[in-house]
């Protein structure tokens, strides 16, 4: 396959409520979309860095600028989704970036090939549960009106975003309020080993996980920690890669994985980490970065892996959008359905992704 380029287009996509986690609040999700144009076919590609580098050091104009200067460039000549990796892996860091340059690549490819990404990934179900990610909120009361609705919805897990000030009570707000649902919480990195006998105060909740309490850099403290909370540790942002997926493990840093594809350079570095996490025993889940229905189609692939042993961060696309930019993913029965057309089985609605999109730039691969 020749790529002949790449369009970038700048999204700006309204959210249906402010979502407020330990690195700020959003109320509009800007993304890049990607489209790459080869030979044989085209293929769509989802930049999931956020505007500003908070929750990792990748920000939007970072990235579209690395893939307008070094990643594009280097994808000359015959190319398939395998090579992408290697081929970029010169430059350093740009997960995110290089992560939305494979997809693309591997949406074209796949399309060509009529497989979907399901069947290329591995998946072993045709749907799968998921779970609901809920912000920091103003008050306990509008915590357990959010959670009640989100729960009449059918979300099938609960996830609480929470930081020092707002962890164990509403915690226990939620436990004493809903009894026994699948409860998880996620810290983005918000606290450090010495909120140790803090944290430990979570422990008689029965969470299904704590999600990447300590800095992203912390593995060792991580392990520390897990000798003091029963709370099962998860790691999100430390993990950047099958080797540090595996580091993590050794070290007993964690206990659960969530695999967020962006986070690790893309699907086919995701699937290392499912298998490296299955080959140790360890569950994983699909983690959400707000995708557009783009991103969505290929985490609800992966998340039909069969190491994905827990809900993930795979909600409708009405959680977080009146309006996607593909046909909307739909919650059934607590469940969203794998898309089995070729590539990702969806494709932007042209009228609504012209109107989401505040700026295109064309990227000649040579
Ligand atoms: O359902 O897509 C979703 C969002 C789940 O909470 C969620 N994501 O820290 O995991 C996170 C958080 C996030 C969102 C991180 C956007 C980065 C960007």
């Known amino acids: 396959m020749k790529l002949s380029g790449v369009e970038i287009r700048w999204v700006e996509m309204p959210l249906r409520s402010p979502f407020r986690t330990s690195f700020g609040t959003q109320t509009v999700r800007q993304l890049l979309l990607l489209r790459a144009v080869t030979d044989e076919n085209e293929g769509w590609g989802e930049c999931v860095t956020m505007a500003d580098p908070v929750y990792s050091s990748e920000y939007l104009e970072g990235s579209a600028d690395v893939l307008r200067r070094f990643l594009v460039p280097s994808l000359t000549g015959q190319i398939d989704a395998i090579a992408v990796a290697p081929r970029l892996r010169r430059f350093r860091g740009h997960r995110m970036a290089k992560a939305a340059l494979e997809m693309a690549v591997l949406d074209a490819e796949l399309r060509a090939r009529g497989v979907s990404f399901g069947r290329e990934l591995g998946a072993v179900r045709d749907r799968v549960p998921c779970g609901v990610s809920v912000g920091i909120m103003n008050s306990i009361p509008e915590l357990l009106d959010a959670v009640d609705g989100y729960l009449a919805e059918g979300y099938q897990r609960i996830k609480l975003k929470i930081e020092p000030g707002w962890d164990v009570a509403p915690v226990r707000a939620v436990r004493e309020r809903f009894g026994d649902i699948l409860l998880?919480?996620?810290?983005?990195?918000?606290?450090?080993?010495?909120?140790?006998?803090?944290?430990?105060?979570?422990?008689?909740?029965?969470?299904l996980l704590i999600e990447q309490p300590?800095?992203?850099?912390?593995?060792?403290?991580?392990?520390?920690?897990?000798?003091?909370?029963?709370?099962?540790?998860?790691?999100?942002?430390?993990?950047?890669?099958?080797?540090?997926?595996?580091?993590?493990?050794?070290?007993?840093?964690?206990?659960?994985?969530?695999?967020?594809?962006?986070?690790?350079?893309?699907?086919?570095?995701?699937?290392?980490?499912?298998?490296?996490?299955?080959?140790?025993?360890?569950?994983?889940?699909?983690?959400?970065?707000?995708?557009?229905?783009?991103?969505?189609?290929?985490?609800?692939?992966?998340?039909?892996?069969?190491?994905?042993?827990?809900?993930?961060?795979?909600?409708?696309?009405?959680?977080?959008?009146?309006?996607?930019?593909?046909?909307?993913?739909?919650?059934?029965?607590?469940?969203?359905?794998?898309?089995?057309?070729?590539?990702?089985?969806?494709?932007?609605?042209?009228?609504?992704?012209?109107?989401?999109?505040?700026?295109?730039?064309?990227?000649?691969?040579?």
């Open 184 to 207: 998880q919480v996620d810290a983005n990195t918000a606290y450090t080993l010495g909120d140790a006998r803090h944290l430990a105060r979570l422990d008689p909740f029965d969470l």
């Open 214 to 366: 300590l800095d992203e850099e912390e593995l060792l403290a991580h392990a520390e920690l897990a000798e003091v909370v029963r709370t099962p540790i998860c790691l999100d942002e430390s993990i950047t890669s099958a080797s540090s997926a595996a580091d993590a493990i050794k070290l007993g840093a964690c206990q659960i994985v969530n695999i967020k594809p962006g986070r690790v350079g893309g699907y086919l570095e995701a699937r290392r980490i499912h298998d490296v996490c299955a080959a140790h025993n360890i569950p994983v889940w699909c983690g959400g970065m707000l995708e557009t229905g783009i991103g969505r189609a290929a985490n609800v692939a992966l998340a039909a892996l069969p190491g994905c042993t827990l809900p993930g961060d795979t909600s409708a696309s009405d959680r977080y959008y009146r309006l996607d930019v593909t046909e909307p993913f739909v919650l059934e029965d607590g469940h969203l359905t794998v898309p089995t057309g070729p590539g990702l089985g969806v494709t932007p609605l042209p009228d609504v992704l012209d109107s989401l999109t505040v700026k295109t730039e064309w990227i000649p691969s040579s």
